[in-house]
């Protein structure tokens, strides 16, 4: 075993199903399964946090340092965009977030998104390059696809998609 983490293999199964079926329709046995979850069963920061706890520095910290950090660099970001709305509790959630069946939230919410991100090309100056964006929440699908698409239009204008 390693870290605590259980090691599957072929001998261990309790049933035996003879193939997963992946989306792209690759064909993987029940073992190379359990070898993949291994594989990626790793801990990570959680992202419902800005900065992720990692990089919490209270002594270091300062606005100017953050300015800084975030004007100086020509690196890609990865964006993370928290949409906070529930119609539901799901149980298990430890994520930031209000239930609510009014959609009439989403306008709003995405207008404040938007100002947000218009205050950050402020302040960094030049075009924004993006790798990845993320939704969560909450859960993005409570947001309806035409307003989904004002906000990821609204993000992407004037940056540089790599």
Same mark, same amino acid.
């Given at each position: 075993?390693?870290?605590?983490?259980?090691?599957?293999?072929?001998?261990? $199964?309790?049933?035996? /199903?003879?193939?997963?079926? $992946? $989306?792209?329709?690759?064909?993987?046995? /029940?073992?190379?399964? %359990?070898?993949?979850?291994?594989? %990626?069963? *790793?801990?990570?920061?959680? %992202?419902?946090?800005?900065?992720?706890? /990692?990089?919490?520095?209270?002594?270091?910290?300062?606005?100017?340092? %953050?300015?800084?950090?975030?004007?100086?660099?020509?690196?890609?970001?990865?964006?993370?965009?928290?949409?906070?709305?529930?119609?539901?509790?799901?149980?298990?959630?430890?994520?930031?977030?209000?239930?609510? !069946?009014?959609?009439?939230?989403?306008?709003?919410?995405?207008?404040?998104? $938007?100002?947000?991100?218009?205050?950050?090309? !402020?302040?960094?100056?030049?075009? @924004? !390059?993006?790798?990845? @964006?993320?939704?969560?929440?909450?859960? /993005?699908?409570?947001?309806?696809?035409?307003?989904?698409? @004002?906000?990821?239009?609204?993000?992407?204008?004037? *940056?540089?998609?790599?």
């Amino acid at each position: 075993m390693r870290n605590n983490r259980t090691k599957y293999d072929k001998n261990h $199964l309790h049933h035996k /199903p003879k193939f997963l079926v $992946l $989306l792209n329709k690759t064909r993987i046995s /029940p073992l190379e399964n %359990y070898q993949l979850i291994d594989k %990626y069963n *790793t801990a990570g920061p959680r %992202y419902t946090s800005y900065p992720t706890v /990692p990089d919490w520095d209270l002594e270091q910290f300062s606005p100017e340092k %953050y300015l800084n950090g975030i004007r100086n660099t020509d690196k890609s970001i990865s964006l993370y965009i928290h949409l906070p709305y529930c119609e539901s509790l799901c149980t298990f959630c430890a994520c930031h977030k209000h239930i609510t !069946k009014n959609h009439g939230v989403e306008e709003s919410y995405i207008e404040a998104l $938007l100002r947000e991100w218009e205050l950050y090309n !402020k302040v960094i100056g030049a075009k @924004i !390059k993006i790798s990845e @964006i993320h939704l969560g929440g909450g859960t /993005p699908s409570f947001f309806k696809p035409e307003n989904l698409k @004002i906000l990821i239009e609204g993000i992407l204008d004037g *940056t540089e998609v790599n």
